[in-house]
């Protein structure tokens, strides 16, 4: 437990805290649950800091981070390590969307998540290949507790004019139950604090400061049915997300210099090009316990749809092509899951499960940048906790797993030529069938008296190459470089050492989670002084990586209304083999600390306001030929408020300003950054919400 939750050390209470409501001894018990260091968000969280994307509300827990591009996209980060490197689940399922697509976002909707838990290092036993960096568990399904309940929401972000609403709602009859929920978002070009910015040798000025054609729109839904008994559960739950957003016109081919279209006629128009992502989910959920036992099931089928379009425009040997599907891909998903849990003597919790998965992706359109691929895996596990005596708490597990990766042959559709009088049609991705398996495991420790609570877990990871690091082979414009695979890629393994320590009393709270980690063969994409079709080559390579860092903070309660926080997080980077030995890795998040007050209040309902300073420091520490990035501060403001109208209806406000001095700075870890793009200025999230 890190950075945002509170907790008290006095027992047998029920407290609401700041992110989470928990019973009995809350900081001892949530940190003793588990060796690794997690963290639990609670739904009020959520809504107190809404600030756009799910992952930017989530930027204020430490060592997460959200990796962003255009307005309404981002993706998750732990430790510095996201995309493939972590994973995300939504009720048990993880989630299977285009994960290497670095400019669209997760494509579940945040106004469903009723909780969520950031889970920080590897957790490979219980979600095998992809789990090497952290998982983001998000919950979407807390029952209703009456016949009809539910919420509706309006919310508003002032950067980027967006629109939004959301509605749930909910009953109970007996022991049959129901969810629904709605979402419809709709937001225009977003503002930066910069007049022009330089694509390479070309100057760009920007039309009143926007970003052109970074507007898009969103539409969610879902609907859960099932069962709910005293040792039975089960439920089946449909879910479909819609998003549709433009690409900065400016950089994907340079549209605004060679296009008839008029960009700057509407700032909520989504011309070319624009990408949209459809996501369909079919998910069923099953329990069964007693006193000692308990047996899950899962299954899982998921559509992910994702299209871009382009203006028609010739690429080296490529003729102009028919139409504007630039690139298609889709891909559908299978999930197995059993799981069981037995107590022993109520000293052992024994845990053993089973999980499989197939995969199908296929590609059309004129554009290539990965072929068809396939990929089937599998993988069993064991876990036992030991409850020692109630200080002193071990737990041990192992997993194995086996992974079957099929990529397909891919041609041009056009002929290059070769020599003064022949030409083919080129070959851009061989037939590759590659077998991966790996034995994975974990061990820890967790010790607590009085006050202190002291943690270790040491374990290994692994991840398997996915098929673009395979078989990658073209122009990425939405990140600006063209992207080359390599075929002869090992599996990554990891190695880490995490520990935490942490002291409170009814005053004062203070964590500190450092953690050691080793890739002998880390894979990345490493940028190179060779240019192909105008955009910077990349290739996939590995490299020996040595990585440690530590997260810190300490609470301090002054009076039963104020509290001040302090908070921060470092991380450290080094390549020990390969060609860019003793460099850092690209993108590596700089240091970064928070100082924050916090007022709470009670009148007509409960309230707070706070205040945040936030701290980011150089990064010199680069890849040449990436450029260093200085360092930069913001003043950032959250405020929320509870009117209850009746005993079961309450109206929330929440509030939530970014960069109230429209700063312009650049974050290290943006795609943005190598055009020379600065983060958004000022931005004002609003939600007006009610619960019946």
Excluded at 50 to 55: H, I, K, N
Excluded at 106 to 126: C, N, S, T, W
Excluded at 498 to 518: E, K, L, M, T
Excluded at 583 to 588: A, D
């Amino acid at each position: 437990m890190v950075a945002t939750l509170l907790w008290l050390t006095q027992p047998d209470t029920v407290v609401t805290l700041k992110d989470v409501t928990v019973s009995g001894n809350a900081r001892r018990d949530y940190l003793m649950k588990s060796s690794q260091n997690s963290v639990r968000v609670s739904h009020d969280y959520l809504e107190q800091h809404f600030s756009g994307s799910l992952m930017q509300t989530l930027e204020g827990i430490p060592g997460v981070k959200a990796m962003s591009i255009g307005s309404g996209q981002s993706k998750p980060t732990i430790r510095g390590l996201g995309f493939n490197r972590m994973a995300v689940t939504e009720d048990g399922i993880k989630h299977e969307g285009q994960q290497w697509g670095d400019d669209h976002g997760l494509e579940i909707d945040q106004f469903a998540i009723d909780r969520a838990e950031v889970l920080k290092g590897p957790a490979a036993l219980l979600y095998g290949s992809d789990a090497i960096g952290g998982v983001l568990s998000l919950y979407t399904n807390h029952l209703p507790t009456e016949p009809f309940q539910g919420s509706a929401s309006l919310f508003t972000r002032t950067n980027n004019g967006s629109l939004g609403a959301s509605v749930k709602f909910g009953g109970l009859n007996k022991h049959f139950f129901y969810r629904a929920n709605a979402t419809l978002i709709n937001y225009a070009d977003y503002c930066v604090p910069t007049d022009s910015i330089q694509y390479y040798s070309y100057y760009i000025r920007l039309k009143d400061r926007r970003l052109r054609n970074t507007a898009g729109r969103e539409y969610d839904g879902s609907l859960m049915a099932g069962y709910a008994g005293y040792n039975f559960h089960t439920d089946v739950r449909i879910s479909d997300s819609y998003a549709k957003s433009g690409f900065f016109a400016d950089a994907h081919g340079l549209e605004v210099r060679l296009s008839d279209i008029d960009y700057d006629r509407s700032r909520r128009d989504v011309d070319l090009p624009y990408q949209w992502v459809n996501h369909l989910k079919v998910m069923s959920h099953t329990t069964w316990h007693d006193e000692n036992w308990a047996l899950e099931g899962n299954l899982a089928w998921q559509n992910n749809w994702r299209e871009e379009h382009s203006e028609p425009i010739s690429h080296g040997y490529m003729p102009r092509p028919n139409g504007t599907l630039e690139r298609r891909f889709n891909k559908n998903t299978l999930t197995a899951q059993l799981g069981m849990r037995r107590t022993i003597a109520e000293q052992h919790e024994l845990k053993a499960g089973a999980n499989g998965e197939y995969q199908h992706n296929e590609r059309s359109g004129w554009g290539f940048i990965i072929p068809d691929f396939q990929t089937v895996s599998a993988g069993i596990y064991a876990i036992d906790r030991w409850t020692i005596n109630e200080s002193l708490i071990a737990n041990a597990g192992v997993r194995y797993d086996y992974h079957h990766t099929s990529v397909e042959k891919y041609n041009d559709w056009y002929l290059t030529p070769v020599t003064q009088n022949d030409s083919v049609y080129k070959e851009r991705s061989a037939d590759i069938s590659r077998n991966f398996n790996s034995f994975t495991w974990s061990a820890g420790l967790n010790y607590a008296t009085g006050g202190w609570v002291m943690k270790a877990n040491l374990g290994k990871s692994f991840r398997v190459p996915i098929p673009k690091e395979l078989a990658a082979d073209g122009v990425n414009y939405h990140i600006f470089r063209y992207e080359q695979g390599n075929a002869d890629l090992n599996p990554e393994e990891s190695y880490q050492l995490d520990a935490g320590i942490s002291w409170g009393n009814r005053a004062v709270d203070i964590q500190v989670d450092p953690f050691v980690n080793y890739f002998p063969n880390y894979i990345y994409l490493s940028p190179t002084p060779q240019y192909v079709e105008g955009l910077q080559l990349y290739k996939y390579t590995q490299a020996k990586v040595f990585r440690w860092g530590i997260e810190a903070q300490a609470t301090w309660r002054i009076t039963s209304h104020l509290e001040a926080e302090l908070k921060g997080e470092y991380l450290y980077a080094r390549q020990r083999s390969g060609e860019k030995k003793g460099y850092s890795l690209p993108f590596s998040t700089p240091w970064s600390a928070d100082a924050g007050a916090k007022y709470k209040f009670q009148w007509r309902g409960d309230g707070f306001v706070g205040l945040d300073l936030h701290l980011v420091g150089d990064q010199h520490e680069i890849v040449p030929p990436e450029k260093p990035t200085d360092g930069y501060w913001t003043l950032n403001l959250s405020a929320g408020k509870q009117f209850p109208l009746n005993s079961r209806t309450r109206l929330r406000l929440s509030l939530h300003a970014d960069n109230l001095l429209n700063k312009c700075y650049y974050d290290h870890t943006s795609y943005y950054r190598l055009i020379d793009v600065p983060e958004p200025g000022f931005n004002m999230a609003l939600m007006v919400g009610v619960e019946f």
